[in-house]
């Protein structure tokens, strides 16, 4: 028979996008604009998974993750619509307090004393890296091994999905709105850094500080690929590293904002090897369950964490 069940990423997101709904609704109404947007968001995601679960196939399983890549850009873009709605102001006040907490003050504003119109463009470059990163691997793993796939989307989407929350809790714009006069016009002196400094100002969705999604996503694909693909790890590693360096540098992000993303990258990673996949094998038999959209090798991926 189908398996109903749904995947822990399905689960999270679902909660994600109801509990927003609902804050929403309670706050400016069953007919405000990001009410019907949020609500509109889970009945294609109920109705999305219900279908491909109605008659499970590799190609109704693949369609049923590739929904998510779709999502979560809906989601963004309708938070900067909802979250005023439920939670007006931001909290960068306290993000700061934490990291004085933390670290004794602000570490962007500490690393301005680095700042060069060189070392700015390399690290811009970096934090673009992240958009053609995330786009290949989802894709990549999306054709390969049909189990190996789940468990990449259980962790990633977990990922956004506890990330969104966060957006949607402690809104906060980020050091270099909120701390705007203790940076030095040079760090957005070179040609790529001020097109990525334009970039984030006009794509942002006004709340995206707090958890650091550029540094847990990252984080979560470039260990995954440690263990199901060391090769794309080794190639990575050196442009991660820098895009969360740059995260920093560049004063998108809080040091709370960074230390958190890694550890829900941490949780993403053992929920993503760990989860007992057999659960969700339906009708589909083990041999048809983890072959390749390409009919290459059987999925027989271990789950040690």
């Not at 957006?167 to 709105?177: E, K, M, N």
């Not at 390749?292 to 999925?299: D, I, V």
């Amino acid at each position: 028979m189908p398996s109903l069940r749904l995947l822990p990423h399905e689960l999270l997101f679902g909660l994600y996008l109801l509990v927003t709904w609902i804050r929403v609704m309670i706050a400016v109404g069953v007919l405000h604009r990001a009410a019907l947007i949020f609500a509109a968001m889970l009945l294609i995601n109920a109705v999305g998974i219900a279908w491909c679960a109605a008659r499970e196939s590799p190609f109704r399983w693949r369609l049923r993750l590739a929904f998510y890549p779709l999502l979560i850009n809906a989601a963004y873009v309708a938070m900067r619509v909802a979250v005023p709605a439920i939670h007006p102001g931001w909290n960068d006040a306290l993000l700061v307090r934490l990291d004085r907490l933390l670290i004794g003050g602000n570490l962007s504003v500490s690393l301005q004393s680095f700042a060069h119109p060189v070392l700015s463009d390399v690290l811009s470059l970096c934090y673009l890296f992240f958009f053609p990163y995330l786009f290949c691997r989802i894709v990549m793993y999306l054709r390969g091994d049909l189990e190996e796939a789940k468990r990449f989307y259980i962790g990633l989407f977990s990922v956004y999905a506890i990330g969104y929350l966060g957006y949607t809790l402690l809104p906060a714009l980020g050091p270099h709105i909120y701390l705007s006069e203790q940076f030095y016009a040079r760090v957005w002196n070179g040609s790529w850094s001020q097109w990525n400094a334009e970039l984030v100002l006009h794509g942002s969705n006004r709340v995206d500080a707090f958890p650091s999604i550029h540094c847990a996503a990252t984080a979560f694909v470039l260990f995954f690929d440690r263990r199901h693909r060391p090769a794309w790890f080794r190639g990575c590693l050196i442009p991660c590293a820098g895009l969360w360096l740059a995260t920093l540098y560049l004063g998108y992000h809080y040091f709370v904002d960074v230390a958190s993303g890694f550890l829900l990258s941490a949780f993403a990673l053992r929920l993503a090897n760990t989860y007992p996949l057999h659960r969700h094998s339906g009708g589909l038999p083990q041999t048809v369950a983890g072959t390749r959209l390409s009919g290459g090798r059987q999925g027989a991926v271990g789950t040690a964490g």
